[in-house]
């Protein structure tokens, strides 16, 4: 029992369950005592008409029933237990170094800055300067769609360059390479599949490495590379299409440009909050 009580996560548990309650009914501190949390738990009007506000929203029952005055009594005895296990809890000093809970208390501080701050709604021309200024953010990339012969250098050893070097004298020759004849002259699979599609920079360069993403990029239509050597094996790439970067509209992308508008300022109103408090410390670096 006392290996589990020392568990990480069940002072999670225990403490989160409780601010989390106490967060939903009065927004700070679950119930009034008198100085340091004791023994005396004090129901008070305002918790019991959280109570009942959240028994009529989450359980739709009437108030003045049978049914509505027992979810009552059940959601009071889960705050009262919620209540005891937070405080015993904190008497058995659970919280102190536990990141779960020091990063709850952190998210906390930077909510109540942000309430604090009694920020304004954003405006039309804030969200049109903010998507006009990163207009990079809200653009499709350049990508291109590839067909791929691979030649697995495990499979096939030394053979693996020369099978791949003898398809490519085939396309050079002028002779027909289709798909299914790529297909069957390699040795395809999920993780080296015949045909990619709408690659961008960061795919490319996770397959073929730097230079070979850059060279596929730089295509301007459809045609064939020549062999490309990987850690694994051989590569045979046809550019079958080339997909422009496309800049997104204002109103297709509002949510985003909205949303990143938010944090960045939200970001702004925590800094500051955090340099004026900043002052009282004294940062020893030992």
């Known amino acids: 029992m006392t290996r589990i009580i020392k568990e990480p996560f069940v002072h999670f548990l225990l403490i989160g369950a409780a601010v989390f309650t106490a967060s939903y009914l009065l927004g700070n501190s679950p119930a009034e005592s008198e100085g340091e949390l004791g023994t005396r738990i004090v129901i008070t009007s305002k918790i019991m008409s959280a109570l009942k506000t959240r028994v009529e929203k989450i359980d739709r029952s009437k108030p003045g029933t049978t049914e509505f005055k027992e979810n009552v009594q059940k959601e ?24 779960e809970v020091k990063y709850r208390l952190i998210d906390k501080m930077k909510m109540m800055a942000l309430e604090q701050s009694s920020l304004e709604p954003l405006t039309e021309s804030e969200i049109t300067e903010f998507y006009e200024r990163n207009i990079q953010l809200f653009s499709k990339p350049r990508r291109v769609s590839i067909w791929q012969a691979y030649f697995d250098k495990k499979k096939r050893g030394e053979a693996a360059r020369t099978d791949c070097e003898t398809m490519w004298q085939q396309v050079q020759s002028g002779g027909e390479v289709s798909q299914e004849m790529l297909a069957a002259a390699g040795d395809q699979s999920y993780r080296h599949p015949g045909e990619l599609q709408n690659q ?56 985003h440009v909205v949303s990143k508008l938010k944090a960045q300022r939200d970001k702004r109103v925590v800094d500051v909050f955090y340099q004026s408090l900043k002052k009282k410390y004294r940062v020893i670096i030992n």
């Open 76 to 99: 009071l005895e889960l705050f009262v237990q919620n209540e005891i296990l937070y405080r015993e809890g904190l008497a058995r000093k659970l919280d102190e170094n536990d990141i």
């Open 200 to 255: 961008v920079r960061k795919q490319l360069v996770h397959r073929f490495g730097t230079q070979v993403a850059q060279e596929l990029l730089a295509v301007q239509e459809p045609r064939w590379l020549e062999p490309v050597e990987s850690n694994t094996g051989w590569h045979l790439l046809r550019v079958t299409q080339v997909h422009s970067e496309d800049t997104l509209p204002l109103d297709q992308v509002r949510f």
